[in-house]
């Protein structure tokens, strides 16, 4: 018997720490993800203002080793968010952390969803599926 209902998928949301003393908890965080080794995604304005150092401060007191990768604009093109799964393969990462805003957050999630596939945004967005259309993200 088929039935006609949608499809059961099931995401697992990431981990979305804010407030006052947050930048102090990433690492821990991370840790509590089981990584050993972040990723961490900002821009450079939230650089300049020192925050992306606090989280990687935090990142190396939980014990994690760190990459930062600050190529992000706003609107992030899928040049930046390839640029970034690249970075994320070639340094051993297994976790990812954002530091900013939307743009941040928005290169992060994309980060995520091509690294563990190594074939880029062009077969990403062929998926069949709605829900994997990066494009509502993603601006060329």
């Known amino acids: 018997m088929h ?6 998928r099931k995401f697992v949301a990431p981990e979305v720490v804010f407030g006052v003393g947050s930048l102090h908890l990433a690492g821990q965080y991370g840790r509590n993800l089981g990584g050993s080794k972040a990723l961490v995604v900002s821009d450079p304005g939230v650089v300049a203002a020192g ?9 190396e ?24 799964a690249m970075v994320y393969a070639e340094q051993g990462c297994d976790v990812i952390i954002a530091v900013g805003g939307g743009s941040a957050i928005d290169c992060a999630k994309c980060i995520g969803l091509l690294s563990p596939l190594s074939r880029g945004f062009e077969q990403a967005s062929s998926w069949d599926s709605p829900a994997w259309n990066l ?3 993603v601006r060329q």
């Open 135 to 137: 494009e509502s993200v």
């Open 61 to 84: 007191a939980a014990g994690l080793e760190s990459t930062l990768f600050t190529q992000v604009t706003p609107n992030p093109r899928i040049e930046e968010i390839t640029a970034g």
């Open 51 to 59: 925050w992306a150092q606090q989280v990687l401060a935090s990142v």
């Open 3 to 8: 039935s006609h209902e949608p499809e059961l």
